[in-house]
């Protein structure tokens, strides 16, 4: 009897830890999505501002900075084996390699169309199409991971949404001077099909990781990344190399309006923010869902609007003002939903514990 009460302590005390562990490991990847999303899209247009043109390069630089990911893969695989686990520096499955390698091509493509639309559109312009990718994510949710949607989240879906429209309210006013309308379209359907993809990718990667034929730990879930990036890397090098951009960075560095050595910090800077931001989101959808992911991307709006604000000198007219009113409280409105939720699951799970 009291080796069997001793038991039961144990496992609530390992459950109490996973649990801890696993807000804590939310928290990161909260924190690196944020700084992705919204120091990513900022880097890569001060990118095009300042000189740069090779839209390929800077798709290629949205995943390139995938060997990052390497050190703390090594550094999870000594930690388990010093504390006696067994482990495999890299434990992927090809059941789950080949499903992250597809993606990886995915993500590639919406790379390139993301580019192409950051370099068309002012960040605030960009920034309003890609927040569409939450309405996206949502139906591909529904579809392909069965997500449930309480009165809380539709709330927010809806808020964020409205977010999005009233920034729309602005946009005819946001085309640079020197570019035509033809290239400002082609530069709003080329962004708008990049959210449309990504809000395909992130139910595809939820669904990828409740079907995987292996136990899935948060340093699998990095070298899921590091696959998905490799592949979008690959995509990415061979338009690089058909649009001969390889040849062309040294001329752009040389050229660009803020020196040699900057064109290059900018490059690196760039690299890893982008990995801050997807590893962010995958790590977000491992804690909790892809459409939490979303909301977070689309919340993070009005921020890189302000950021666009005051580092390119964008207009901030009512219209922002009130779209970061309506994401706030929008995202307000999903967490006291979800926190409710945990409250009732907790309050069922004890009253159902044997008196």
């Not at 900075?65 to 482990?87: D, H």
């Not at 580019?115 to 949502?138: C, D, E, K, N, W």
């Not at 602005?170 to 990049?194: I, K």
Request: with cysteine; proline share 3%; glycine share 8%.
């Amino acid at each position: 009897m009291e080796t069997r009460t001793t038991s039961n302590q144990e496992a609530e005390k390992d459950e109490k830890m996973s649990k801890t562990m696993k807000k804590s490991l939310l928290a990161m990847n909260c924190i690196m999505l944020g700084v992705g999303n919204c120091g990513g899209p900022l880097v890569q247009r001060l990118y095009f501002v300042k000189g740069g043109k090779r839209v390929w390069t800077s798709s290629w630089l949205q995943t390139a900075g995938w060997p990052f990911l390497i050190i703390p893969v090594i550094l999870s695989f000594i930690y388990k084996t010093r504390n006696g686990k067994e482990a495999k520096l890299f434990s992927l499955k090809p059941s789950l390699f080949l499903p992250c390698a597809v993606l990886g091509v995915l993500t590639g493509f919406d790379d390139y169309l993301a580019a192409y639309g950051v370099s068309r559109l002012p960040v605030s312009t960009s920034a309003l199409i890609i927040a569409t990718q939450l309405a996206f994510t949502a139906g591909f949710a529904f579809l392909l991971v069965k997500q449930k949607f309480s009165a809380f989240t539709i709330n927010a879906i809806f808020l964020l949404s409205i977010g999005a429209v009233v920034l729309a309210l602005h946009t005819s006013s946001d085309r640079p001077a020197h570019e035509s309308s033809l290239m400002y379209y082609e530069g709003f359907f080329m962004t708008l099909g990049a959210s449309a993809l990504y809000g395909f990718i992130l139910p595809s990667i939820e669904l990828t990781i409740k079907k995987a034929k292996q136990q899935v730990t948060y340093s699998l879930v990095m070298e899921m990344q590091i696959v998905m990036s490799f592949f979008a890397t690959a995509v990415c090098t061979v338009g690089m190399l058909i649009n001969h951009d390889f040849k062309a960075i040294p001329r752009e560095a040389r050229n660009f309006d803020l020196g040699e050595a900057t064109y290059y910090v900018i490059l690196a800077v760039n690299a890893l923010l982008w990995q801050f931001f997807f590893l962010g989101a995958i790590g977000v959808i491992f804690c909790a869902s892809s459409l939490l992911s979303g909301i977070i991307i689309a919340t993070l709006l009005p921020v890189t609007e302000s950021l666009a604000v005051l580092f390119f000198h964008e207009k901030f007219e009512a219209e922002k003002g009130l779209a970061l009113t309506l994401s706030l409280w929008g995202f307000v409105s999903y967490f006291y939903g979800e926190i409710r939720q945990m409250k009732k699951m907790k309050r069922e799970r004890d009253e159902g514990l044997p008196a």
